[in-house]
């Protein structure tokens, strides 16, 4: 029989697989844009797509980031009763996790090599399949943190 895991310690693998995920794919984030690679030259001038990027990328990301710290930060306070998770639907929710930020991470990290002019083509095409996996990985994020029993 496999240990049981607590609550806490779901939430707690969750939310660093989650931070470290969206560190590593801010930082390149942030450096393409201050290096001006979301930037085009055209007839009328330098054209950036910059905006546009990052309009792309913070709905990917800080709406289940936001959803665990505050739930985190409501649970704070809760008197420390140790509360045990389904192992199999912390798995599932930890390797969806882990698919979507791949997913993601190809989007931010591999656009070059794809046939686009800009990113933000890719991006769009992108919502296609990230916003449904986004969904279930939430769904599931959802009802671990809130889980009070």
């Not at 390149?28 to 009328?44: D, R, V």
């Not at 665990?68 to 639907?89: C, F, G, P, R």
């Not at 449904?132 to 809130?146: D, Y």
């Amino acid at each position: 029989m496999t240990k049981p895991l607590s609550l806490e310690s779901a939430r707690s693998k969750l939310l660093w697989l989650w931070l470290i995920g969206v560190l590593l794919l801010l930082l390149p984030l942030i450096y393409q844009t201050l290096n001006k690679t979301f930037e085009k030259t055209t007839e009328s001038g330098e054209e950036s797509f910059a905006q546009q990027v990052w309009g792309w990328f913070i709905p990917m990301i800080f709406p289940t980031l936001t959803l665990m710290l505050s739930t985190l930060n409501i649970n704070a306070s809760a008197a420390n009763i140790v509360v045990n998770v389904n192992k199999k639907t912390y798995n599932i929710c930890f390797i969806l996790s882990v698919f979507y930020l791949l997913l993601l991470s190809i989007n931010v990290f591999l656009w070059p090599i794809f046939k686009y002019e800009d990113p933000i083509k890719l991006f769009n095409i992108s919502n296609f399949y990230l916003g449904p996996i986004q969904g279930l990985a939430v769904l599931l994020i959802g009802n671990l943190f809130n889980k009070k029993e």
